[in-house]
């Protein structure tokens, strides 16, 4: 069965950095992401990146995180820069290929103001 674990979360201080990581083990997807869930809000999506490299980020994020993945380690990266208090939230990966739709565990990230 297909899985992720994530890591990199963490606390930081308003306008800081974060790199998260999520590795994927069972199958090549042809889409992984990133999506957040702030404190009672839906989880919404964040940036999402296919095998090819072709981005697409929230528009809340643009300019600020950078996705990246490394085929060869079937691992996908989140480049958290200029952090803000309203980024709080858990950070889930996300991958697909249909028939599959795998969410990682979540990683926490709170920005401190």
């Known amino acids: 069965q297909p899985q992720l674990v994530e890591s990199g979360g963490g606390l930081v201080q308003a306008g800081g950095s974060l790199r998260l990581s999520c590795a994927a083990s069972?199958?090549?997807?042809?889409?992984m992401g990133w999506y957040r869930q702030a404190p009672g809000k839906q989880r919404d999506m964040v940036a999402t990146i296919t095998r090819g490299g072709s981005t697409n980020y929230a528009d809340s994020v643009k300019g600020r995180f950078t996705i990246s993945r490394d085929n060869a380690k079937n691992t996908v990266y989140l480049q958290i820069n200029s952090l803000r208090p309203e980024d709080t939230g858990i950070y889930y990966c996300?991958?697909?290929?249909?028939?599959?739709?795998?969410w990682g565990q979540g990683t926490q990230v709170t920005v401190s103001s």
């Open positions: 069972g199958r090549i997807f042809s889409v």
């Open positions: 996300n991958a697909r290929d249909w028939p599959y739709n795998v």
